[in-house]
């Protein structure tokens, strides 16, 4: 991917030069170890690949870098950075691992579990336990924000596959209603359910 179309995805006004400056923190606080715990060189490894326009490299450079201290205060920077980076290469798995990673951070934030459960909504085909952690995700986002328009569609989207029809379609009016962009890509598709 050139550079261009990187700051497509990030922003037109942002250069990737890595993990850190896809958060706009810079190379001065790796230089200060601001975010204590993250190993330096996975860091600049993500730089590395970011400049080189390697970026499933770069996003497999993150997952490690997030796997690698659980206390760590840095660990959100990491996952949302890794959230972007994913859901821009459309590498559904390690987008989830990047946003289970911001709800444990943050298990109240409304965006987050909207996100979560859109994410989770987003496959082809979706288990049981999947089709079950986006509802969840997608009521709390409900609890914290009541009308929060992505809750709603992704709450609509998981009732449309439990065959409740009439309940979807009311959730989903409600959600265009509150923003309408939410169909700009058509009508909602819904998951197949595997077994």
């Not at 990737?16 to 001065?28: K, P, R, Y």
């Not at 499933?56 to 760590?72: S, T, W």
């Not at 987050?112 to 986002?141: D, F, M, Q, T, Y």
Request: hydrophobic residues 45%.
């Amino acid at each position: 991917m050139k550079s261009s179309a990187l700051r497509g995805v990030f922003g037109a006004g942002t250069v990737l030069l890595g993990l850190l400056v896809l958060l706009g923190l810079g190379e001065s606080l790796l230089a200060r170890r601001a975010l204590p715990g993250l190993d330096v060189e996975y860091v600049r490894g993500v730089n590395e690949y970011v400049a080189e326009g390697k970026l499933p490299e770069a996003l497999r450079q993150m997952r490690l870098a997030a796997q690698m201290d659980f206390a760590n205060p840095g660990r959100p920077a990491v996952f949302s950075a890794m959230e972007r980076l994913a859901h821009a290469l459309k590498d559904r798995e390690s987008e989830l691992v990047a946003l289970r990673g911001l709800r444990a951070s943050s298990p109240a934030d409304a965006d987050v579990n909207a996100r979560l459960g859109a994410a989770l909504l987003s496959a082809e085909e979706i288990s049981p336990s999947e089709l079950a952690e986006a509802a969840r995700a997608c009521e709390r986002a409900l609890a914290v924000a009541p009308g929060h328009p992505r809750a709603l569609y992704g709450l609509a989207v998981v009732l449309a596959a439990q065959g409740h029809a009439d309940k979807a379609k009311e959730l989903l009016r409600e959600a265009v209603r509150r923003d309408p962009s939410l169909l700009s890509g058509g009508a909602p598709r819904v998951p197949r359910r595997r077994a």
